[in-house]
């Protein structure tokens, strides 16, 4: 499948890039390696992305494979956690009452514990 990003935000040549279709270009996470991009979106969903021919540089045009679709639905993008961890997020709560970020399986057990949804961003393995 073919997708389109702003150029200035594909990936290298050689590298990969999970897109979330919901968040703005400077919010997605960076370029990693394709095997850890794809192992990544599998588990997590997204899109992973990379170029598809030089042309993608000027274009945008990348190719891409879907893995699943990702809810930030009422998540401000500067309240996603920080590339490797984890935030739970509560629906109906304020933004500024959230708990804070956490590693993944904090936060997995906090969910289990209070409810809510568990945000996940990844890192590069660069």
């Given at each position: 499948m073919n997708f389109h990003v702003p150029p200035d935000r594909v990936p290298r040549e050689g590298l990969c890039r999970i897109w979330y279709r919901p968040l703005p270009p400077d919010r997605q996470p960076a370029a990693m390696s394709c095997g850890h991009a794809h192992?990544?979106?599998?588990?997590?969903?997204?899109?992973?992305?990379?170029?598809?021919s030089p042309r993608s540089f000027q274009t945008g045009e990348?190719?891409?494979t879907e893995y699943g679709?990702?809810?930030?639905?009422?998540?401000?993008?500067?309240?996603?956690?920080?590339?490797?961890?984890c935030r739970v997020w509560l629906d109906g709560m304020p933004p500024d009452r959230q708990p804070p970020p956490m590693s993944c399986p904090d936060a997995s057990a906090y969910q289990r514990r209070h409810g809510g949804r568990v945000l996940f961003?990844?890192?590069?393995d660069l």
């Open positions: 192992r990544t979106a599998s588990r997590h969903g997204g899109l992973v992305i990379w170029a598809s990348v190719a891409a679709p990702v809810s930030f639905d009422g998540v401000p993008p500067d309240r996603l956690p920080p590339p490797g961890s961003m990844p890192a590069s």
